[in-house]
Each structure stands twice: as C-alpha cells, then as structure tokens.
C-alpha cells in the first residue's frame, strides 16, 4: 500500500520561500510518477510541478518556473520528494497536495484523475 505524507507548509511574506515535504512509503520511486498540485478557494486542481517514475522528466506550471524546484531523497524503503518554493506570491495562496500514480517514463501526468495516492494537503498562505 502506497501511502503519502506531506509537511511544511505555513504563511510566509510575499517573496519568502518554503520548502514542502512529501514521504511516500510502500513503493518505490521508479515504478510512481509522483506530482504536487495546488488548490485555492473557488479554482480546480492544478498541476504545480510533476516528476517522471526515474526522476528522467521534470514540469512545472508556467507561473512557477524559476520559482520552484523539486528534488527527490531515497533511503532505504522510503522515498521523499521537495519542493522548494522561493519568490512566494500572494497568488501561490493554496491548499497543497502530493499525489503519486501509476509509472510514467519520458513524460509525467498533470490530470489530477491520473494519480491514486494523496497525501493529506498543506496550506501554503502568502500574505504581508
């Protein structure tokens, strides 16, 4: 059983950086493409950055390149991916989720119904 945990989000000022945590457990990386999507009040889900299962491709929402990165740790049965999310907006203000899903290789998904696994979501509020 997959399982997917997330941490570190808070308020921070506009131009702040926080870094998320999100452990995924049960299985490991090179058979999960793993991604991080946002949700703020009244907006669908989006894709805010995704990662191919062998870490072989990156995306990352237009509004979010330059700003976020994302980087994986492995150790022993247990997977962790970050993202670190420096020059924070105002317009980043949202519930954030982790999510892994079925292997993808060259490529990752950004369709919310294409992963199977979330975590619980951490609010990340920007405001002065």
């Known amino acids: 059983q997959v399982q997917v945990v997330e941490s570190g989000g808070g308020l921070v000022q506009p131009g702040g950086s926080l870094k998320l945590t999100c452990t995924v457990s049960?299985?490991?990386?090179?058979?999960?493409?793993i991604a991080w999507f946002r949700q703020a009040p009244g907006k669908e889900r989006e894709a805010v950055s995704c990662l191919s299962s062998r870490a072989d491709y990156t995306y990352y929402l237009d509004s979010v390149k330059g700003r976020f990165t994302v980087s994986i740790s492995r150790e022993n049965a247990k997977s962790t991916v970050y993202l670190q999310m420096n020059s924070l907006e105002p317009e980043d203000t949202a519930v954030y989720y982790c999510?892994?899903?079925?292997?993808?290789?060259?490529?990752?998904?950004?369709?919310?119904?294409?992963?199977?696994?979330w975590g619980q979501g951490t609010q990340v509020t920007v405001s002065s």
């Open positions: 999510a892994a899903g079925a292997p993808a290789y060259g490529m990752c998904y950004t369709y919310f119904r294409q992963y199977d696994y």
């Open positions: 049960g299985y490991t990386l090179d058979y999960l493409s």
